[in-house]
């Protein structure tokens, strides 16, 4: 880490919005005061606040012996210690003899926004347990990874969630990533199953995923099984099928010799519930490894509260599954509520910018989260859209994914939450399996740009360089002191913790580094100002740049790379790369396009760079090298403040580079 990025703050913010009657009256925890005593006894008897969680949110097939053990020096934790536990029974077989077995738990609204599907618990429960069995036929077994490519639609929920009846390990790759990053993700844990489909809708583009995973597949011998569920929009769409390793779905699901019941594996708290690949400072995307017990409490319990579940609501989260918004906000944490949760397939802008509303209108949503990039994307299409519709059944509004800015939050409030509802804006990472740092509605009163406070159970703290705590509104790097149920259990494939130790503890020993610098004000409220190492925000999708750069120089007319983020209207961070070409290739707009074009074949369309820019050489110290503040503040147009360049090898390339800016 060269030095900390993204340190100016955002002082002079000072607008605060308290809860009003309706929303405190509906509220689990209905004030500051309640907050308060309720944070204090969560961190004074921190595990008992977590057992008591544990016991009244959960079903226990057997319960844990103890609460916790853990140690962040090692680091290592552990959560409800030998307890037994199936996270498809606690988000199904708990309803489906109860008052909500007829209650929607899956609403999938498609892409094109006439068709869409409602799965009751008692469905949803019927296709898991049948597609288990379907798992279990093709010689899945507890422990065995299972990798899904899928697009937004319910057999992507059920997928997982059979995969979690039998004790599989689910990885949800994203149906964005490139066949490339999807054999990388299946090479790393060994899967032995793909679950995809013919292909995915994302408004008028369509994703050939089969044949993406067929060209994957091709240099991945672990795989024996690839499951095909048909996307029936398309006519005249052609699957090619390997016979004996690929199958349709429909045809598997309703096969004679698959019965109706699975009963569920018993699983241990700590046994791994899913892997999902997350970008980092350096090399490829790691496997972030989340357990059963610990996730799902994490999760559920963060849902109810923040988004403040009740029975009659309908929970709408925009985010794709691919990624862990959708794994703890659209599936597991949702429907071990026994919540109804909306999946939607399509994108916010089709077929028009009114699309999130007409949702809104149509199943009376009455929480809303989002990001604020599609915030920012509908803020430009201006107010008509929403005119249109009835937005009166909302309740709570959330965002996530990057920090929102104050112009944002007030659109948000103004135009979406009719100036009375709270939004939620909350901070966490795909590492902490859910919501860390967050308002709670009708207890916190909010602030535009601020994520306010630490969800009960959690101990963040702000510290200088040196260790030493930050003062108010001092800024530094965000911490965790303590562990909390759904904090990484490692990553895939490394059992000593080596790369966690790593990353997360080793800036502060003994404490949890997100990447993420912050502050807080006099009020007690945090402000996120984001990450300080080389990683990039895009629209709420962390890229590492070192991806990027490795992608780049794989081309072979690329000798060098560098790629660093600079301020984007919509995106928040858009990719500014700078390239330099071997001694015979010619730098022209041509080559531009075909490396642009070549890092979306490498990781997917969502690491595109938005620019390109060609440089005869890299600003590198004497050592060799690459200084990023310098190609960061001119990626940002902030030439006047380039710094100290006298420690560079050549300070005349940063000329040169200033010369060709974009
Ligand atoms: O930098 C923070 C930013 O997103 C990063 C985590 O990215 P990912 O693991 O992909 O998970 C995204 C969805 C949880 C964080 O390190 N981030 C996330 N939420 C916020 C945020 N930055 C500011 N405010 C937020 N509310």
Redesign the pocket.
Known sequence: MEEMKNIEVLMDEKRVFSPGPDVVERAYIKSFAEYEELYKRSVEDNEGFWAEMAENNLHWFKKWDKVLEYDFHKPYSKWFINGKLNVSYNCLDRFINSDKRNKAAIIWESNYGYISRTLTYRQLYHEVSRFANVLKKHGIKKGDRVMIYMPMIPELSIAMLGCARIGAIHSVVFGGFSSQSLKDRIQDCGAKMVITADYGARGRKFVPLKANVDEAVEVCPTVERVLVAKVQTVTGYRTAMTPDRDFWWHDEITADDIESYCEPEWMDSEDPLFILY?SGSTGKPKGVLHTTGGYLLYTALTFKWIFNNKEDDIHFCTADIG???GHSYIVYGPLCNGATTVMFEGIPTFPNPGRFWKIVEKYGITSFYTAPTAIRSLMREGESWMKKYDLSSLRVLG?????INPEAWMWYHKNIGQEKLPIV??????ETGGILITPLPGAIPTKPGS?CKPFPGISPAILKEDGTPAGPDEGGYLVIKKPWPGIIRGTYGDSENKRVKEVYFSKFPGMYF???SARVDSDGDFW?M??VDDVI?IS???IGTAEVESALVSHPSVSEAAAVGFPHDIKGEGLYVFVTVKGDVSPTDALKKELINHVREVIGAIASPDKLQFASGLPKTRSGKIMRRILRNIAKGDVENLGDTTTLADPFVVDEILKGML
């Open positions: 997350t990624w862990i918004t965002t996530v994914g990057e920090p804006d909350t901070w966490w990472q795909t994520a997100p990447g993420d996120i984001g990450r925000n709420g999708h962390r």
